[in-house]
C-alpha cells in the first residue's frame, strides 16, 4: 500500500496548473492582438463615421441654404408678377 504525500501532489498540481497556463498564454496573446485590431479598425470606423456625418450636415445646411434662397427668389417673382397686373385687357 502507498502512502500519499500531500506535497508532492501538490507540487505536481502546481506543476500541472503551470503547464496549463503556459499553453493558454499564447491564446490570451492572440486575444489580445486581435482584440487591439479590432480598437483599431473600430477607432478608424468612428473617424471615418465622424468625418462623413460633418459632410452630411454641410450637404444639409448648404441644401437647406439652397431652398431658402430658392423660396425668397418665388417670393420675388410673384411679386413682381402681382405689381405687372392682369395681362391682355
Known amino acids: 500500500m502507498t502512502t500519499r504525500d ?3 501532489e501538490a507540487f505536481l ?19 489580445l492582438r ?9 477607432l478608424d470606423g468612428l473617424e ?3 468625418e462623413s456625418l460633418r ?7 448648404r441644401g ?5 434662397r430658392g423660396q425668397e427668389a418665388l417670393r420675388r417673382a410673384e411679386e413682381a408678377m402681382r405689381r405687372r397686373g392682369p395681362k391682355g385687357s
Open 6 to 8: 500531500p506535497l508532492r
Open 55 to 61: 459632410e452630411g450636415a454641410e450637404g444639409l445646411r
Open 34 to 42: 486581435r482584440g487591439a485590431e479590432g480598437l483599431r479598425q473600430g
Open 48 to 50: 471615418r463615421g465622424t
Open 64 to 68: 437647406v441654404e439652397g431652398l431658402r
Open 13 to 31: 498540481a502546481g506543476l500541472e496548473g503551470l503547464r496549463r497556463g503556459a499553453e493558454a498564454l499564447p491564446l490570451g496573446a492572440d486575444g
